[in-house]
């Protein structure tokens, strides 16, 4: 039976997908794991050890009893994702895990896994030689820092001897910074894209064609600026497959882009070389002052202009916003309820988010502001006619729990170019 199981689930698979790549490229056996999304089969094959990826909301889930099933059998639990990176004590201490990934895992998971079986499936002093790790040595907290990906495109999108797809990735960090986002401080401020041959070299697996990055109109640039020759390039590479009968789905499910990118130009090339008729921008805020405290950069101005432009291109505007920012006043939820009854008159979807701190972010501490009577109701009706979509209500509890949980166990992060300046 394998000895390495690794943990996949429905939203880790782009995730893991990738590393298994990254894995596999580096002379990393695949046929020695046990890759699965049945837990009970992982507890069937009793594996010395288990890799784990996931966000900060998803220790309240079954997580722990999993953890709880898998200690009483001596295996070696392993923790990678965005709350490990951001809390890595707490990953160890409280959830416990054995070691945390700390930073971009491509390189850092070949080194520990070959470590580990050439050790015996034991923590000892040759893990502290490998950068991007967390754990206890004798008592000791070791971290041995961030480790960092600076061509990340020297690792396929996915394997080949196991038969995963997920979206690819590429692009990697974001030069805005948003105070609420983990990304930018994950993965660095300065964007790093995969080569246009082999983002076509790696398409053809994939029957619809779609993408992860962080803002799809801003590839081949380094990220705040637009490259309309780069894009033009990569979306005019892509049609031989399109013309195979695959379809192209650019700027939408699971990317999105900036309002302020939204122009003629940009969707006059999706009309020519892209099969999707919806676009996912994010708002956030119809308030200019909000805007500007949570560093996005751009302007309430910029959303109408891009939701006009789509409409005006035949393109359906999915529009994201975040209620109850920290320090949002009523006058503020006022402009962002103004902006959505806009958008939707006009004719594009609103999508309502509840502000959730998140570790690891200059907002991880900050505490959201309460929802004005006029919020909710007008929230709640939108949502009974179908004209507002979100989990803003399931959040608000989560939203909850991130609170108690940093002020519980709040550490200081450590971030892709040092440490996260907070806000609050």
Request: charged residues 25%; contains cysteine; glycine residues 8%.
């Amino acid at each position: 039976m394998p000895e390495i199981a690794v943990r996949m689930t429905k939203r880790n698979h782009n995730a893991f997908v990738h590393l298994l790549g990254a894995l596999e490229s580096q002379g990393f056996d695949l046929g020695e794991l046990l890759i699965t999304k049945d837990f009970n089969e992982i507890l069937r094959a009793k594996p010395k050890v288990v890799l784990y990826s996931f966000f900060t909301e998803e220790i309240w889930g079954s997580l722990r009893d999993e953890i709880r099933l898998l200690k009483e059998r001596g295996a070696l639990l392993v923790a990678g994702g965005y709350h490990a990176i951001a809390m890595p004590k707490h990953t160890l201490n409280v959830l416990g895990f054995d070691i945390a990934v700390i930073g971009e895992g491509e390189e850092v998971l070949y080194q520990l896994l070959t470590t580990l079986k050439k050790t015996g499936y034991r923590i000892t002093k040759e893990l502290a030689n490998i950068t991007g790790l967390a754990f206890y040595l004798n008592g000791d907290f070791v971290f041995t820092g961030f480790a960092k990906v600076e061509n990340f495109w020297r690792f396929p999108p996915y394997p080949e001897s196991v038969r995963l797809i997920s979206p690819i990735e590429i692009t990697r960090g974001c030069p805005f910074g948003c105070y609420y986002c983990q990304t930018p401080y994950i993965k660095g401020f300065r964007m790093r894209h995969r080569p246009i041959d082999q983002i076509v070299k790696y398409s053809k697996r994939m029957k619809d064609m779609r993408y992860i990055t962080p803002n799809a109109f801003a590839y081949g640039s380094p990220g705040a600026i637009l490259k309309l020759d780069k894009l033009e390039a990569l979306l005019k590479a892509l049609q031989p497959l399109r013309k195979e009968g695959r379809r192209l789905f650019y700027g939408t499910f699971p990317s999105e882009v900036r309002p302020e990118f939204v122009l003629p130009e940009t969707l006059e090339l999706l009309i020519d070389y892209a099969d999707n008729r919806r676009l996912a921008i994010g708002a956030q805020s119809g308030d200019d002052a909000m805007l500007k405290a949570m560093h996005r950069l751009h302007r309430v101005e910029h959303v109408q202009r891009a939701v006009e432009y789509m409409l005006e291109y035949g393109f359906e505007p999915v529009v994201d916003f975040i209620v109850g920012l920290p320090n949002e006043t009523r006058e503020s939820q006022r402009k962002s309820i103004e902006l959505m009854k806009w958008i939707m008159a006009k004719g594009g979807k609103v999508r309502a988010h509840y502000f959730m701190p998140l570790p690891g972010t200059p907002w991880s501490r900050c505490r959201p502001s309460p929802l004005s009577d006029e919020m909710k109701k007008f929230l709640g009706r939108m949502a009974a006619k179908g004209k507002i979509e979100g989990s803003w209500g399931k959040q608000i509890e989560l939203s909850r729990r991130l609170q108690r949980l940093i002020e519980e166990f709040y550490e200081e992060p450590m971030a892709y170019h040092g440490r996260v300046r907070e806000v609050c």
